[in-house]
């Protein structure tokens, strides 16, 4: 039964071996595995949040960073409404990619996704190659939220997810996300489903008061 206002799916996206499947091994069941197997095609967990009074579950679908199955990662972007872009700050070789990671997710994602940049492994700060400044800068001058984590420490993890699911949330009661049209990524849950009429009757008189301007 789907006792939860909304479900919210997400990907995690980035070069193999920046953090991906720690990351998310941590959120979703607090343990860090300093050895994973790589992943091939994607991985998949869930969890429940609360924000504003809101239950939100949480689909987050892991994805290969390797080039040979980009083009099963690109099947994931159309159906996600939160997309993390992670890159390690130890290898700015994965820093230098972003650019193309966020291209595809520009072209392939629906124009409503909401992005955060994770700069993962800062426990390995006397490795850092990539300041935490370039990050914020690349996420300024993209128009995307940003953090730095360690998967290892635990550190920011929770604030990430809480961040951006906040985001997407903040979006649907501002009216940006039009819940009428059914939009990628997200679903309307037993608990939501009076709040998202009211919602999208807002959105369509701002509309139409637009339309009469």
């Known amino acids: 039964m789907s006792v939860y206002d909304y479900l919210f799916k997400f990907i995690l996206i980035g070069n193999t071996g920046v953090g991906k499947s720690c990351l998310m091994s941590q959120y979703i069941g607090q343990i860090f595995q300093p050895i994973h197997d790589v992943t091939i095609g994607s991985e998949f967990g869930a969890r429940m949040i609360t924000i504003n009074r809101r239950l939100i579950k949480l689909h987050i679908w892991d994805t290969a960073g390797q080039e040979t199955f980009k083009s099963i990662t690109r099947s994931f972007y159309r159906g996600a409404i939160g997309a993390l872009l992670v890159y390690d700050v130890t290898r700015r070789e994965t820093f230098n990619n972003l650019n193309s990671w966020l291209r595809d997710i520009r072209e392939l994602a629906d124009f409503n996704i909401s992005i955060m940049l994770i700069g993962n492994k800062v426990d390995l700060d006397c ?16 128009g995307l939220l940003f953090l730095e984590v360690s998967a290892k420490t635990t550190q920011n993890i929770e604030e990430v997810f809480k ?18 049209n059914k939009p990628f990524g997200i679903k309307v849950g037993l608990r939501g489903q009076g709040s998202a ?15 009469l301007q």
């Open 127 to 142: 490795r850092r190659e990539v300041s935490q400044e370039e990050g914020e800068q690349f996420a300024k001058q993209n």
């Open 163 to 180: 961040k951006i699911a906040s985001n997407i949330l903040q979006k649907i009661e501002d009216g940006v996300i039009d819940l009428s």
């Open 197 to 211: 009429t009211v919602i999208a009757k807002t959105y369509t008189l701002k509309s139409r008061c637009c339309s």
